[in-house]
């Protein structure tokens, strides 16, 4: 079975600093990959997608993943983060073949410190 | 064009009543996802629906469950004889065709946040 691990709850960094979250996927067949955000109180926006073409993947507010399948990875990555990118990011996996359903990982926790 | 719909935003119920959460999908979407973030955790898939059909329900729990994706009107999903472990937040997603068949994503709403006293 398809499962998503997301390495720390809780990642601080300061103002301008690169932000690293990281994400592995465990599948036997090719995925899709998704990263989510959530800001308190609200539902989930699409920051970005792996759909099988380019492996490095841009989205939107400056944040990139990049899809190493010898790795299993789809870290998430921004050069400079700022004060709003503080919020629960969350990656997700999906498969061809199982209707659609998005399997999550735990969500890690983003603070930005001044 | 308006997003996901869902209602109410927050949903306080005592043990043993009924909670009916509604999901209204984007414009043009016929495909609906629920799903369930307890407290500290990630969300966990529910159930699968295209109208009037239930595709996916393997995360349904077995009792007291159920979801509904009628010709007309929003998709319902219901809790009977809640508990106070169905606190959570209830996501609903839409697609325009299934996650899985060329990868079009899920929009999701803004959840509704069912607290069982």
Redesign the interface.
């Known amino acids: 079975a398809q499962s998503v691990t997301q390495l720390g709850s809780h990642v601080s960094v300061s103002e301008g600093a690169l932000v690293l979250l990281r994400c592995n996927y465990s599948s036997s067949v090719p995925p ?1 990959l ?1 990263w ?1 955000v959530q800001y308190p ?6 920051l970005l ?1 792996y ?2 073409a380019a492996t490095l993947v841009k989205g939107i507010n400056g944040f990139e993943a990049e899809f190493k399948k010898s790795e299993t990875s789809f870290h998430l990555t921004k050069p400079s983060a700022h004060m709003s990118d503080a919020a629960e990011y ?1 990656c997700a996996v ?14 890690t926790e983003l603070s930005v410190k001044p | 064009n308006a997003g ?1 719909m869902q209602n109410p935003r927050h949903l306080v119920r005592r043990r043993g009543q009924e909670a009916r959460l509604r999901c209204s999908p984007m414009k043009g979407h016929s ?1 609906v ?1 629920w ?1 369930r973030q307890l407290p500290e ?5 529910m159930v ?1 629906l295209q109208k009037e059909n239930i ?2 329900e ?2 349904m729990p077995k009792e007291r469950f159920s979801a509904e994706f009628p010709k007309e009107g929003p998709s319902i999903l219901r809790i009977q004889q809640v508990v106070r472990g169905d606190s959570a937040a209830y ?1 609903c ?1 839409s ?1 325009q065709i ?14 509704t ?1 069912l607290t069982v006293t």
């Open positions: 899709y998704f989510y109180n609200q539902g989930l926006q699409l997608k759909t099988s969350f999906s498969l061809y073949n199982q209707g659609g359903k998005l399997i999550f990982g735990q969500g | 996901v495909h996802y799903y955790e990630g969300l966990k898939f699968y595709i996916d393997s995360g996501f997603a697609s299934p996650t899985g068949q060329g990868s079009h994503e899920q929009y999701f709403g803004p959840g946040r």
